[in-house]
T-cell receptor, first 114, second 115 residues
Framework: SAVISQKPSRDICQRGTSLTIQCQVD?????MFWYRQQPGQSLTLIAT?????????ESGFVIDKFPISRPNLTFSTLTVSNMSPEDSSIYLC???????????FGPGTRLTVT | AQKVTQAQTEISVVEKEDVTLDCVYE???????LFWYKQPPSGELVFLIR??????QNEISGRYSWNFQKSTSSFNFTITASQVVDSAVYFC????????????FGTGTQLKVEL
């Protein structure tokens, strides 16, 4: 199984600032995804991170607010821009195994916006 | 559109009791995968099982077992002889391969196992 790490593990940020979250996979994955989990809620897909091209965003999420990069097969970043308290969530990245449907998750980044 | 329903918001049991977490899904696709994940208080999402739509065999792994029934679109999860360490939020999820391998999650079931 793939091991996925995220940095930072948590952060407290001020309104109006931006934070970039890094996701590193220890082995190649075919696809990478970013999810958001608001307090006490389920996970919602933000976007699919595409290698070398623009991410594919889900309804309700836009590139200006959540720019994503994936320069290679094992690394991706998500930026939460111009943050507001409503962005306080856990942000998780995941990778899809090339061997078939398993999707593994990073430990998450717990973001608090004040 | 895909949908996953976990009707049980919270379940409390006493240690050593058996507990079943329900999951009902909706999809028009014939090829899909179903998952269960565990999210302990620390927050990480732990993969428990993946089942594809063509494999209806039930599976047992230690104290965990899963019952997949396509006729009722259900994929229920049973913990036998529950332990305090089983306390967590459990998510059922559905993945459609045709739809870009994106996971659709249920709302989760909070399981509390008490002494």
């Amino acid at each position: 199984s793939a091991v996925i790490s995220q940095k930072p593990s948590r952060d407290i940020c001020q309104r109006g600032t931006s934070l970039t979250i890094q996701c590193q996979v220890d082995s190649q994955v075919t696809m990478m995804f970013w999810y958001r989990q608001q307090p006490g809620q389920s996970l919602t897909l933000i976007a699919t991170a595409n290698q070398g091209s623009e991410a594919t965003y889900e309804s309700g999420f836009v590139i200006d607010k959540f720019p994503i990069s994936r320069p290679n097969l094992t690394f991706s970043t998500l930026t939460v821009s111009n943050m507001s308290p409503e962005d306080s969530s856990i942000y998780l990245c995941s990778g899809l195994s090339p061997l078939g449907g398993e999707q593994y998750f990073g430990p998450g980044t717990r973001l608090t916006v004040t | 559109a895909q949908k996953v329903t976990q009707a049980q918001t919270e379940i409390s049991v006493v240690e050593k009791e058996d507990v079943t977490l329900d999951c009902v899904y909706e999809t028009r696709d014939t090829t899909y995968y179903l998952f269960w994940y565990k999210q302990p208080p620390s927050g990480e999402l732990v993969f428990l099982i993946r089942r594809n739509s063509f494999d209806e065999q039930n599976e047992i792994s230690g104290r965990y077992s899963w019952n997949f029934q396509k006729s009722t679109s259900s994929f229920n999860f049973t913990i036998t002889a529950s332990q305090v360490v089983d306390s967590a939020v459990y998510f059922c999820a559905l993945m459609i391969t045709r739809g870009g391998n994106k996971l659709t999650f249920g709302t989760g079931t909070q399981l509390k196992v008490e002494l």
